[in-house]
């Protein structure tokens, strides 16, 4: 995988306010070019012994690979969670000047 190849990352936050929080902050330090967030979302996983099924947001990045490892540090450092979810996959076909744009996104600013 080349820096420039673009990706998605997956993050779910635990309600809108923190969802937008963290989506403004990735867009603002050029490591998301877009962040949707959709709401309703809910998730069932096991955290230290316990099943949960909380209702959650789930934040759609669009990125490249690149940035991957500081976007991840940034919502390592921002988020609520003790493990937040970053799973980044790659993007392998999509509309080229989306992509063009994509990639001017995540370049620092001229």
Known sequence: MQAD???LVLCTA???VVGAR???ELVERRLAAC??????VRSFYRWEGTLHADAE???IIKSRRGRFEDLRACLNEHHPYDV????ALPIVAGSEPYLEW???QTHAEP
Do not use: F, H, K, T
């Open 5 to 7: 190849d673009p990706i």
């Open 102 to 104: 994509m990639a001017a």
């Open 57 to 59: 947001v789930q934040l």
């Open 35 to 40: 962040v949707n967030m959709i709401a309703g």
């Open 84 to 87: 937040p979810e970053v799973l």
């Open 14 to 16: 635990p309600d809108d």
């Open 22 to 24: 963290l989506a403004r």
